[in-house]
């Protein structure tokens, strides 16, 4: 099941962590096939903003909102990427998608665009408090 499942969202108070669960079978296609796997967040009328990408070399890319404070793992065994996010703010608060394509970008600097992605999750809810 390609098809990305998240899990993990909830409410938390700012300065808060939580940790995002995505389950793919992307971990364990074809050991041949390249593929990046990428954390994606939105808020209603917004563009859909790329948080963090990891490849199948294990190359992250991380957004500069985000530095320092969301960390991205792969648990291959349990075909599930995780996001732990910590030190929360109120602008974190967003529907958190994960999304899966093969091969990798062609170019680094595309692996956070959303456009490039064609396998996506339903998404799991944060919302951070003041």
């Known amino acids: 099941q390609v098809l990305p499942v998240e899990s993990g969202g909830g409410l938390v108070q700012s300065g808060g962590s939580l940790t995002l669960s995505c389950a793919t079978s992307?971990?364990?296609?074809?050991?041949?096939?390249?593929?990046?796997v990428a954390w994606f967040r939105q808020n209603p009328g917004a563009e859909r903003e790329g948080v963090v990408v990891i490849d199948d070399d294990g190359v992250t890319t991380y957004a500069d909102s985000v530095k320092g404070r969301f960390t991205i793992s792969v648990d291959g065994g349990n075909k599930t990427l995780y996001l732990k996010v910590n030190s929360l703010k109120p602008e974190d608060t967003a529907i958190y998608y994960c999304a899966v394509r093969f091969p990798r970008v062609l170019r680094p600097e595309w692996a956070l665009r959303a456009d490039e992605y064609v396998f996506w999750g339903q998404g799991t809810q944060v919302t951070v408090s003041s």
């Open positions: 992307a971990f364990t296609i074809n050991s041949g096939t390249s593929y990046c």
